[in-house]
């Protein structure tokens, strides 16, 4: 299936590993140009390489911390000028951060919101503009069904993404006169880069015998038996990206495996 992004600048945040760098393959290949951003240039350059040699897409990256406005600003003042516009934003920088309410701290609770909210809408107010001015965008928010039904020992995470599923509605009832769709996705057991850390820490710590075993233990929680890829949300993200998904704003769908307990 052509999703028509050819021509289409998308701008994708924690874009160097996992998800992000999942939803940049797919958007390279279908002919958006695509700028990753993260804060550790290492890891952009490496993620551009890959992508550019296996895609032939045009692939960029710019270094950006999205929890300080000051450097979102710079970061999307370089994308806008030399680009001149940005169709679609991916929000997907964060990390996971399941505690008990018992260790939840000020900081804590703090640098989460901060990362997954504040930088969501640091990103959100630099693209806007340009999609009012154009009538066209695509904002796509990342969270997790946690933020829908929270477990124990989920905060901050499920308060923060409980924020992010919020935000994504009223974005897409401000917004939809201006033909700005926004959706969020609601991601469970992904193969990403945070969870390939939690593996090898796994292991060392005996827990596991390989990083293999452990994603196969994390699958076994889901109806379908195993854990997703990244490209799984990759797809997902480009085609509510596409006019395929034209009709289509203010939902938040779980990509999970059926694991959530709620739709």
């Known amino acids: 299936m052509d999703l028509e992004l050819k021509g289409r600048v998308a701008v994708v945040t924690g ?39 296996s895609s032939g897409g045009q692939i960029e990256a710019v270094s950006c911390d999205v929890t300080d406005p000051a450097a979102v600003e710079v970061a999307f003042g370089q994308v806008l000028g030399k ?3 940005v169709d679609i934003l991916v929000n997907n920088a964060g990390v996971g951060n399941a505690n008990s309410f018992d260790d939840l701290t000020d900081e804590l609770l703090g640098e989460d919101l901060q990362v997954k909210v504040f930088g969501a809408v640091y990103c959100s107010r630099a693209v806007l503009p340009g999609m009012r001015a154009a009538k066209w965008g695509r904002i796509i928010n990342i969270t997790t069904a946690a933020g829908k039904a929270a477990p124990g020992a989920s905060v901050p995470t499920s308060m923060s993404r409980a924020a992010g599923i919020a935000m994504t509605k009223a974005m ?71 006019e395929r998904a034209s009709f289509i704003t203010g939902t938040a769908i779980n990509l999970d495996g059926g694991a959530a307990p709620v739709v």
């Open 15 to 53: 874009g160097s590993e996992g998800i992000g760098k999942g939803a940049a393959q797919v958007l390279a290949e279908e002919g958006a140009t695509v700028i990753i951003m993260a804060r550790t240039r290492a890891r952009l350059d490496a993620a551009v390489d890959e992508i550019r040699s």
């Open 83 to 85: 680009f001149g516009k």
């Open 172 to 242: 897409s009832k401000e917004f939809g006169r201006d033909n700005i769709l926004v959706n969020t996705i609601c991601i469970g057991s992904i193969r990403s880069g945070q969870n390939d850390r939690q593996a090898e820490a796994a292991v060392q710590r005996g827990e596991v015998s390989t990083t293999e075993e452990y994603y196969t233990n994390r699958g076994k929680g889901a109806p379908l038996g195993r854990v997703g890829e990244a490209r799984e949300a990759g797809d997902l993200i480009s085609f509510l990206a596409s």
